[in-house]
């Protein structure tokens, strides 16, 4: 009897070790990934052409192409992700940049330090300096 409660006492010792640091995990960088600064983009530099840029932060980090056409953004997709896939938020959100042709768009609610990163890659995409 005895060795079987010493048992379970480790076990659940375990699993409040694992689910703590999960929770750690889960919550680390996001103070920092609510104050990320979106500052936008200069509609009148864009060209057509296809953009990617990366935004890079802990398990928010992510590559975006960026699809221009006639001045416009017209399409964005996600070329890697390492949070874990949203395609309903990131659809969301990646409509409301293409209505506004900004990044500076409210985040998605309930995700807003993962939208803020997706918002940042637009943004680092656009903003970089292109080739001749």
Known sequence: MKKILKFLIVLIVVLIMVFGGGLLYLSRGLEAGLNVKINGIDQSALNDGVYTGKYEFGRWSNEVKVVVENYKITAIEIVDDVTFPLPSMA?????????????????????????KAYLKAIENALNKPQSP
Do not use: G, M
């Open 91 to 115: 659809k969301e959100l990646f409509n409301r940049v293409i209505q506004a042709q900004n990044t500076t768009v409210d985040a998605v609610t309930e995700a807003t330090v993962t939208s």
